[in-house]
């Protein structure tokens, strides 16, 4: 090959490896983007008045002079709504009752809305749901419920091939010529004077404890659960990988035997997680009964069995990777073989097989499936660490999924499944960076 050739084809590689780079950067900024900015109103959104009522009545936080000065300022601005609808109430008495029946169901549905808005009128009594307690506490959410009091959902079925379309009629068309006509243009003209919002940086929604199924506080107990059981899963899996791998590499003589069980560790590695997790549940709950039913330490040893022949494969190679003559130099000054295994061979090693552990870590910290049967709850508070043994623990993949399909109220909480995704990014992205920054360190450490 003459060198031009040769010069064009490395620029050729080289070309085709930048642009790579390039597709796996863009096709990870497109993925994480949507979680970065839709994640972030977990943490900083506007926060109604109704917002910080809450956070005082439930968490104890804020100054209580200043909020009952602000509430008691608001409540003067919902005064002239609430006032209308009285005097409208009183006026549906007297009318007859053709026009009673027109308006009795939309009346209904628009105090409905203003309830959901602004939370119970004066003189109701307080709702035993905390969710029902308080009117909207982010202002995003406000101005959603804002368009249903203003706006009512009607369909088009005028066109019977198609299914109904529907349109958004004003409220203020359905009860024109009445004394409540004058409520919409007065709610939406002074939405923001009624419910106050203010840009508020929610920090502890890593650190607080759920109320009322998320619809306040924060994410905690699954924050703390994905922890115990990603730090219990590599504790489990990375002794028994690093022996595993090292009997294969230095002690197993070829043969079929040895073939044979590197097959099924290879086939180990493709088995589909919910496999693991009714493994976990037959073998390690019903089985050995290593607690009474969920627990954290069940699914840390599921876990261990999701990600042990990644740790074997990754310390296998890192082993083979040590150069022969640090095992040569070893064994020729007298060292035994169990020795120069301990004390040169895997230091040497160990930058590779973190590189497994790492990887190992963020699968386990985003499995779903084989914690479900084993480990993951709905509902919980947060776990000491003496009752990991067994008791079970929300998780956050599990809670993203709860949340995203079988919450009463999804688009309530977007903000809160958005957050744990965010969360368990950065979780995940924290414990890499750690692994990473002590791989580097031994490196240095060895090379002097």
Not at 59 to 72: K, N, P, S, Y
Not at 281 to 287: D, G, K, Q, S, V
Request: hydrophobic share 45%.
């Amino acid at each position: 090959m003459n060198p031009s050739t040769r010069k064009l084809l490395d620029r050729s590689f080289s070309g085709v490896g930048y642009f790579a780079i390039l597709l796996v950067t863009a096709a990870l900024l497109v993925f994480l983007s949507p979680i970065f900015t839709k994640g972030i109103g977990a943490f900083i959104f506007r926060g109604t008045v109704e917002y910080r009522r809450m956070t005082w009545e439930q968490f104890g936080r804020g100054e209580a002079a200043a909020i009952e000065q602000e509430l008691r300022e608001t409540n003067s601005a919902r005064q002239p709504i609430y006032e209308i609808l009285a005097d409208f109430e009183k006026q549906l008495q007297s009318l007859p009752a053709d026009r009673k029946r027109q308006y009795q169901a939309p009346l209904k549905d628009l105090k409905s809305a203003l309830k959901s808005l602004f939370g119970p009128a004066p003189g109701e009594p307080k709702p035993i749901l905390k969710r029902d307690q308080y009117g909207q506490t982010r202002w995003d959410r406000t101005l959603v419920k804002a368009q249903r009091a203003l706006y009512a959902e009607q369909y088009d079925h005028s066109d019977p091939t198609k299914l109904g379309v529907k349109i958004l009629v004003p409220r203020q068309e359905i009860f024109a010529g009445t004394s409540l006509e004058p409520l919409f243009p007065l709610l939406e003209r002074e939405l923001k004077t009624i419910m106050r919002p203010k840009w508020t940086f929610y920090w502890r929604f890593v650190f607080d404890n759920p109320h009322d199924s998320h619809f306040f506080g924060g994410i905690w107990p699954e924050v703390l659960g994905t922890f115990y059981l990603t730090l219990g899963a590599v504790l489990l899996a990375v002794p028994v990988g690093v022996i595993s791998a090292i009997y294969l590499v230095e002690y197993a003589r070829a043969g079929t035997a040895v073939q044979i069980l590197r097959t099924f560790i290879s086939t180990l590695a493709g088995v589909p997680s919910i496999v693991f997790g009714l493994f976990g549940l037959a073998f390690f709950i019903n089985t050995l009964r290593v607690s009474p039913s969920k627990s954290v330490l069940a699914g840390s040893l599921t876990l261990a069995l999701l990600i042990l022949p990644v740790v074997i494969r990754s310390a296998e190679e890192a082993i083979r990777a040590v150069p022969q003559t640090y095992k040569e130099a070893a064994l020729s000054l007298g060292s035994s073989k169990w020795r120069t295994v301990v004390t040169v061979i895997l230091p040497a090693a160990l930058p590779g097989i973190l590189t497994g552990v790492i990887i190992s870590m963020g699968r386990a910290a985003g499995e779903t499936a084989p914690i479900i049967f084993t480990a993951a709850v709905s509902v919980g508070k947060s776990l000491k660490v003496w009752q990991v043994f067994n008791q079970p623990t929300p998780t956050l993949p599990w809670n993203i999924y709860n949340l995203c399909t079988e919450h009463q109220a999804v688009d309530e909480i977007r903000h809160v499944q958005y957050g744990m995704v965010l969360t368990l990014v950065g979780l995940v992205l924290a414990l890499n960076l750690i692994a990473i920054i002590l791989r580097a360190r031994i490196l240095r450490r060895l090379r002097g």
